[in-house]
């Protein structure tokens, strides 16, 4: 199987589990604003969320980078058991320091609810100390869960890593539904603890299959165990600069009105949904890949992988960010306009989805880019160019706060994602020339007029239809209307614009129907 066919089929496995997560993280949003609106309870739980997740993602997500180009490294020289001891030392050694920084940050939760939300008074404060006492330990579960995801896919493991996503936000739902309506926002946040542990749990049978065992040592002196640490420094200054713009927002949002920090989470969740979709399952099957081409110094391999997957993700993710623009209202509506999420919360929340929507792009094309520096092993340009981001989207946010309100938040985090996807994309270019000859910009030029005209579709067939049948039926048929003209038209101008790789696509799966149907007759 050749190397863009594999990584086609993994895509499209890895999509399809990731539309189950990502359709049930919608219903687990929909679920929790009808219980729970956004209210003061809402923001509470969100902000005791966004403690353990910081501290997982700048650990884990460091240690994630640098172990997955380390453990190949390792294979492709036919010394896997060592790089399974290299894996295991990362594991005992993740499991430990997170529960240390777990009982430290229950002792401390008074402390760390002024550090993430300075603005918190009275019953918000004490409210989200009390939650964060209960939801500290996910990062426990968290941790080790995004470990084994990685290593099955560096196994080319990619189905169950991507289910127990989905694992993940049932436990969600049934939790919200179940102890949160006896025990009110409090049961919603040990539900969400559970689900951690299950999305790690279920991963375990796979990891044993593949051969690792678990054996309470640490080799800290292992030259394995060295590089990755080596590398994880400065990836987790990287991750720490992102979630710096995460946690600016927060800060900013707590001196807004009671619910901005809630709509711009539920609006942020909505806006993740392309990328959780495609970008993420697309960067899931080409990051190994990228760094074997990488190890191996193929950089005319390198650079097609790398390349055509950046089109694969505009193509997909520009149209749906104008989408969200041209839509957001009926969208938030149709989505959590139910029990106590009332007009004013659409109205919050459609504001805030409009501004995200601007850099739609921005995010989804730095997913693929900064895993274009990863598999050469440098981890160091994107903390770089992060830095600079974080200290745009505080300028930025400081700059529109006032006069957009959450809107202000929403837009200069767009701003700023633009900017770190504009700046990678310069330095990853004079430093291995990638889209130089791949016809990059031409094929974005021709996206962006193809989503204009499909925008002004959208936005005709929605005003045509706005009122016609009352009730979520109609909702329905607004947007759902909206958005297929909307395809229909950004399709057609693509094949009209002469676009080649949209003709590609087609063929591919022409040939996958006309495939399945002789494999079904013989």
Known sequence: MTTGKFIFKATVMIAFFKLMSQALGVVREAVIARQFGTTVSTDAYIVALRMPNIVFYIVSGALVTAIVPVFTEYVARGRKDEAWKVFNTVVIVITLLFSVITLAGIAGSPLLVTLMAPFFEGQAEALTAELAGIILPLMIFAGLASLFTNLLNANNIFGLPAFSLSVNNIFIILSALTIGSIYGIHGLALGTVLAAAAMALIQLPALYRTGFRLKFSIELSHPGVRKVFCLAWPAAVGVAVRQANIYVSGVLASWLPEGSISALNFAERLMNFPVGLFVLALGTAAFPTL????????????????????????????????????????????VYKRGVFDEQSVSMTAAALFFYAVGLAGLAASVLLERGFYSFQDT??????????????????????????????????????????????????????????????????????????MAAASWG????????????????AQVGLSVAAGIAVYTAALFAMGVEEARAVWRAAVEAVKGGTTRRKA
């Open 380 to 453: 160091r340009t994107p903390v770089k160019v992060g830095i600079v981001a974080v200290l745009i989207n505080l300028v930025l946010s400081l700059l529109l706060i006032r006069p957009l309100q959450l809107g202000g938040i929403a837009l200069a985090t767009s701003l700023s994602s633009l900017t770190y996807a504009g700046l990678l994309m310069f330095y990853l270019e004079r430093k291995r020339p990638v889209f130089r000859g791949s016809g990059l910009f031409r094929f974005t030029a021709a996206v962006l007029a193809a989503s204009g005209l």
């Open 291 to 334: 760094a074997k081409r990488a190890a191996e110094g193929n950089r005319e391999a390198y650079s097609d992988v790398l390349a055509g997957s950046l089109k694969a993700v505009l193509a997909g993710i520009i149209p749906a960010g104008i989408g969200f623009m041209v839509l957001s209202r009926p969208i938030v509506t149709l």
């Open 461 to 476: 067939v929605c005003m045509a239809t706005e009122g016609l049948t009352g009730g979520t039926a109609g909702v329905i």
